[in-house]
């Protein structure tokens, strides 16, 4: 048996899901739920009313809680789950999370096409403050910063949050993940960030437009090829299928069609370079016969800059602390029109939608019972 579980682990790893985050994935999870059946039972939460879109005024509850680094260590240290010599290979320390949930109509997911629980989340660190230290007492520890999460869930969740878990972990593995190549990085180059996709992470956020939908999913798109974002997807969507008792492969995949990532992959292999020029100048309505130059003209001065703004994302990350040495610009062929860009990215957009299908089909090994 102790054979065949390192063989296990073994595997689970050379596909992208490191079995040093395993137990905080799962001790964490274990946090979060006992405090939300904690805040549930003393009923510290609010009811108000909201306008749900294709559905109406409903009545939601919500509430929030955070939970100190203190508390989550304290959690940690005295989990059953705990093994102080698998935590020192990973020694996540200390880390605050804040928690926001609201429930929401079941046909709200069903209308919107979206699993429940519905769990967004981000890990946020600062650079500046990054470091691995140690106790007095000789124990090495790596500070990491906090966790958000905002978990929505049906009525039938709130009432049996324990049901949420399996989706939770998932999430969790996500943001510990990003953690956990933070400090992996760290500890082998002593360099602080994901590197130049640290750049294009921040431009598809400063980029978005208010009034140019098209634009926006093609930043998005540039979002979904972040190497280190697909990287963290892996081990979500092992934790999302390791208990669905899975028997072949046709079940397998899919299982994965039903997951966000699948979605992602989709959107950037229909990405073509033809149709989003079209799109931007098709003329359906009156809108689009005002907003349509102006969509075009911010479309242009965007792809004319686009290596001028990563300079001036550059600059500001550095000086936030991150280590980046250089960026890839596009130069004045790729920005020359606005074909060549999009063609560029139509093509990198596909190589990395095939790169992220061969990954997540690689679990399928371990996921199957």
């Known amino acids: 048996m102790r054979v065949k579980k390192q063989t296990n682990n073994l595997l689970v790893e050379a596909l992208g899901v490191p079995d040093d985050i395993k137990m905080l994935v799962e001790i964490y999870g274990d946090l979060i739920i006992d405090k939300l059946i904690e805040n549930i039972g003393f009923k510290k939460y609010k009811s108000s009313d909201i306008s749900i879109p294709n559905y109406g005024e409903y009545e939601s509850i919500h509430g929030k809680f955070d939970i100190t680094?203190?508390?989550?260590w304290k959690f940690l240290a005295n989990s059953p789950k705990w093994d102080k010599n698998k935590w020192k290979i990973f020694p996540m320390y200390k880390n605050s999370f804040e928690i926001n949930f609201r429930v929401l109509p079941s046909e709200y997911f069903e209308i919107n096409d979206r699993e429940s629980p519905g769990v967004g989340a981000s890990f946020i660190f600062e650079p500046g403050k990054m470091s691995i230290k140690t106790t007095k007492s000789g124990m090495e520890y790596y500070d990491s910063s906090n966790f958000m999460f905002d978990i929505h869930m049906t009525e039938g969740q709130f009432s049996n949050p324990i049901s949420i878990k399996r989706?939770?972990?998932?999430?969790?593995?996500h943001e510990i993940f990003h953690s956990y190549q933070l400090f992996t990085k760290y500890k082998k180059t002593n360099q602080v960030g994901y590197g130049s996709e640290s750049v294009l992470n921040s431009m598809q956020g400063?980029?978005?437009s208010e009034f140019n939908k098209d634009w926006n999913d093609f930043l998005l798109c540039v979002y979904y090829t972040l190497k280190f974002e697909q990287q963290a997807r892996v081990p979500q969507v092992y934790y999302n299928l390791k208990d669905k008792q899975i028997t072949n492969y046709e079940e397998f995949v899919s299982a994965l069609k039903n997951e966000d990532v699948y979605k992602e992959i989709e959107m950037l292999k229909k990405f073509n370079s033809d149709k989003i020029l079209e799109d931007m100048t098709k003329i359906n309505s009156f809108q689009d016969v005002i907003m349509g130059p102006i969509k075009i003209q911010q479309m242009m001065e965007n792809i004319k800059n686009w290596d001028d703004f990563m300079e001036i994302v550059l600059d500001r990350l550095q000086q936030m602390g991150q280590d980046i040495s250089s960026i890839k610009r596009l130069g004045?062929?790729?920005?020359g029109t606005p074909e060549n860009f999009f063609k560029y990215w139509e093509k990198l957009f596909h190589y990395r939608a095939d790169q992220m299908w061969r990954k997540l089909t690689r679990l399928y090994d371990k996921i199957k019972d």
């Not at 004045?332 to 920005?335: Q, R, T």
């Open 69 to 72: 680094g203190s508390e989550s």
């Open 167 to 173: 989706r939770l972990e998932a999430v969790i593995s």
């Open 206 to 208: 400063l980029l978005m």
């Open 332 to 335: 004045p062929k790729v920005l």
